[in-house]
């Protein structure tokens, strides 16, 4: 069954903790992405990656680091410094090759701050 | 970069009722323009997407229009039906290749509701 895989389901984070949120897929797709969702704020893009050991900031990566070290697997770590990490986040591949191709969205990672 | 609006951010209507949800995008150079539903506590799902070389899609109830001259695409769903409730979101893209890696940019998000 292909697809992409999002763990935990839901996630708690301490004041002053880095927690690391997990995507893998086994759809052989070149791109994977990083999303962040609050209410009324639609999708803002964190990180993203075309290829292994290759990423590039998004329009909100401040507080987060991903790494890339396999295809299949593009792991996103919340740091201690990003202030208000409380969100949805959503993890996605692509295919590339030359277009556009929509996404596949992993079920997402719900982190509360406590 | 990209920036998307997406109009409006919520829209009531009775079931049998069709229901129209309008993007505008700032980037020429986008070529890709999907749609999303996103149930309460799911993830986005792809309902439909058009390329900038059509001008209409459609599939079922649900059509999309693309208008590359005024920078703006819609989503036309007809004979609405309660099932239909969720968020829905427009995105755009240039496609990947050079430094967009195919990246999306999304609209804010429409909460459409479908009363029985």
């Known amino acids: 069954d292909g697809g992409i895989t999002q763990s935990p389901k839901y996630l708690f984070r301490k004041e002053g903790q880095n927690v690391t949120l997990s995507c893998e897929q086994n759809l052989n797709h070149d791109a994977m992405y990083w999303y962040r969702q609050d209410p009324g704020q639609g999708l803002r893009l964190i990180y993203y990656s075309q290829i292994v050991n290759d990423f590039q900031k998004g329009d909100i990566a401040e507080g987060y680091s991903v790494s890339r070290e396999k295809k299949e697997s593009f792991p996103l770590t919340v740091t201690s410094a990003q202030k208000n990490p409380t969100a949805f986040y959503l993890c996605?591949?692509?295919?590339?090759?030359?277009?556009?191709?929509?996404?596949?969205f992993g079920s997402g990672t719900r982190l509360t701050v406590v | 970069g990209e920036n998307v609006e997406q109009h409006p951010s919520t829209l009531s209507v009775q079931e049998g009722d069709s229901a129209v949800i309008k993007c505008t995008y700032s980037d020429s150079a986008s070529n890709y323009f999907p749609w999303y539903k996103q149930e309460l506590g799911k993830r986005p799902q792809l309902i439909i997407d058009?390329?900038?070389?059509?001008g209409e899609k459609k599939d079922q109830r649900i059509a999309v229009t693309l208008n590359k001259t005024a920078k703006h695409f819609s989503l036309h769903i007809t004979e609405t039906q309660p099932e239909d409730s969720a968020v829905y979101f427009c995105a755009a893209s240039r496609g990947a290749g050079g430094t967009s890696y195919g990246k999306l940019t999304f609209g804010q998000g429409t909460i459409l509701t479908v009363h029985p």
């Open positions: 996605a591949s692509s295919a590339t090759g030359g277009g556009a191709f929509g996404y596949t």
């Open positions: 058009i390329r900038s070389n059509v």
